[in-house]
Every structure is written in C-alpha cells, then in structure tokens.
C-alpha cells in the first residue's frame, strides 16, 4: 500500500469514530430534550413535557414559561405563571421588555423582592429584615 493510501484508511476509521460518536451525542440528546435533565426535579421535567406538547406545529418554535405556587399550612395560598411563545416575544419591544424587567434592576429590590415571597410585610417590617432604609426602601 502506498503512504496516500495509508492515510485514507486512518482518515476512514476516523471519520466512523467520529461517525459513531455523533450518533451516540444525538440519541442522548434525544433522550434528555424531553426527559429530566441532571440535578432537575421530576416535576421540572414533566412541566417541560407538558410545554412541548404545546409547542407551535413548526419545524422551529420556542415557548418561555414562568411560573410558580406558593403553599402554607398545607393549602396552596397562590399560584401564577405566564407563558409565551417566542414569536411574540420577539415581536415585543425593547422599551416593553426593560420596563417589565425593570424591578429586577437593582440588588435592593432582588432583597425586598426575596423578603417578601415570605409574606407580607409592612413597611417597617420590610426595613428591619432588609436593613434598607429611605429611599433604598421606597425607590
């Protein structure tokens, strides 16, 4: 055999490993996309089941879902979650995207946001969990 022919066989078993491996990378993708992903609790995984039953009947679509449930003493005390799918949220303006993110601009407003997940909270209770005083507290 000739060195270029040597070659060739070397570039053939490499291309079938490399083959191969993008088969196994593909039916493990497969295997997750749907399913739980690591360190993901069980019913993180079944509301992503849920979700992509309700994808758009596109080769390309996309769905943004927030949500959450708060439960005391063992009754659920409230729930929220808004879901959209990513053509209107592209067709969304970036004036209309800062302004409803605005609230999660400052680390002063993460805390009272935190503090009040809890429960509410007056005022002056909010003051003295946060430490925030005046217009740190106001604004």
């Known amino acids: 055999m000739s060195r270029l022919e040597d070659e060739l066989k070397e570039l053939r078993k490499e291309l079938s490993k490399i083959a191969k491996e993008v088969e196994k990378l593909k039916t493990r993708r497969e295997q997750t996309s749907l399913g739980p992903y690591p360190g993901s609790p069980e019913p993180s995984a079944s509301l992503i089941r849920v ?79 946060t430490g925030l005083e005046g217009g740190q507290l106001y604004h």
């Open 51 to 129: 979700l992509a039953e309700r994808l758009p009947d596109k080769p390309d679509a996309g769905m943004a879902f927030f949500g959450g449930i708060q439960k005391k003493n063992g009754k659920i005390r409230s729930s929220y979650f808004s879901g959209h799918d990513f053509e209107s949220i592209l067709r969304c303006s970036p004036k209309r995207v800062a302004k409803l993110l605005s609230p999660l601009s400052s680390e002063q407003r993460i805390l009272i946001l935190k503090t009040l997940i809890k429960g509410d909270r007056s005022s002056s209770e909010l003051s003295r969990e």
